[in-house]
């Protein structure tokens, strides 16, 4: 029985000031960057979801090489899609570490129009998170939902908060199938991600 893959969306909350803008951009040559935790395993988080840590270590291996060739993007709220619009684009994620149970992260805001507005609301005080976007089937286990093997990190966007817990849940509902999954993962991330599971195997 095939499994249906859903759009998984998760929220962490982001602490910036227009200070901290100001001296991201002295000290990182006109950049600004953005530093911390971006993602947590074995933690319940506010959809009733849990991401072991083995798996969300994998999707963090398999994201480098989007790192690595300048793709990982992430966009200016989340979309109900698993392709990441460039039009949209507000930031990039430079780095990405698995330190515990937590995913820590460098992000860097672009000079996009989506990268601006994100700027502009974090300068008026604004509480905004950084929020990763995957797919994947969960299933049940003691009344929490435990994200399972077939999960595929895709990017980590930057959303407000949502005013009640679960208020993503409509539009994560939303089933993906392969084709689309393909539109953002070509066949030389789908190898790497291949030789990444090999490798894993024979430690």
């Not at 974090?122 to 509480?127: L, Q």
Request: one cysteine or more; charged letters at 25%.
């Amino acid at each position: 029985m095939t499994k249906n893959l859903q759009l998984l969306r998760e929220w962490t909350p982001i602490s910036c000031t227009k200070e901290m803008i100001n001296e991201s951009r002295e000290v990182n040559d006109g950049k600004f960057l953005l530093k911390g935790i971006i993602q947590k395993a074995n933690t319940l988080n506010q959809n009733g979801r849990i991401y072991p840590k083995s798996i969300l270590e994998r999707e963090i291996i398999n994201y480098q090489k989007l790192i690595q060739e300048n793709r990982a993007l992430g966009e200016c709220d989340h979309p109900d899609t698993s392709v990441v619009e460039l039009k949209n684009v507000s930031h990039i994620v430079r780095e990405a570490t698995m330190k515990g149970d937590d995913v820590y992260g460098i992000i860097e805001i672009l000079d996009t129009p989506s990268g601006k507005i994100v700027q502009s609301l974090i300068e008026s005080g604004i509480t905004l998170g950084i929020s990763s976007r995957g797919v994947g089937s969960t299933i049940p286990k003691g009344g929490n939902q435990v994200v399972q093997e077939d999960f595929q990190l895709i990017c980590f966007d930057m959303v407000s908060e949502p005013s009640t817990p679960g208020a993503y849940m409509l539009s994560e509902s939303k089933n993906i199938n392969k084709s689309e999954l393909n539109k953002f993962f070509n066949k030389s991330d789908r190898i790497d991600r291949i030789f990444n599971e090999i490798i894993s195997w024979k430690e």
